[in-house]
């Protein structure tokens, strides 16, 4: 089954920093672009950083350029988001995604088609 498992999130104050991690199983994520995205409860979802199959582009909204930062390391089939200087505007569910084979690394969520479940960030200020 493929699947792409995110780990990380939690409860952390303004200021502060999270790792989150998203693995791969059933598939090598190796040749595709992995995505983070994010989404609060009635709004829709924001591409926060993308990173290409082999690492070599990556790409952030503006609202995180400077604080998260994205990297992968395909011998363990993972994507990890660092998320420093963390404010309650980033309080969502992250996801994570990836797209087919050899496609490049957008943050548009139509360019995705595995996702995984999602893990709760909370910012509290």
């Known amino acids: 089954q493929l699947q792409l498992v995110e780990s990380g999130g939690g409860l952390v104050q303004s200021g502060g920093s999270l790792r989150l991690s998203c693995v791969a199983s059933?598939?090598?994520?190796?040749?595709?672009?992995i995505g983070w995205f994010r989404q609060v409860p009635g709004k829709e979802r924001e591409g926060v950083s993308c990173i290409s199959p082999w690492g070599t582009t990556t790409n952030y909204a503006d609202s995180v350029k400077g604080r998260f930062t994205i990297s992968r390391d395909n011998d363990k089939n993972a994507v990890d988001l660092e998320m420093n200087s963390l404010r309650p505007e980033d309080t969502a569910i992250y996801y994570c995604?990836?797209?087919?084979?050899?496609?490049?690394?957008?943050?548009?969520?139509?360019?995705?088609?595995?996702w995984g479940q999602g893990t709760q960030v909370t910012v509290s200020s």
């Open positions: 995604a990836a797209t087919q084979p050899w496609k490049f690394c957008g943050l548009h969520q139509d360019e995705y088609d595995k």
């Open positions: 059933g598939f090598s994520l190796a040749y595709n672009a």
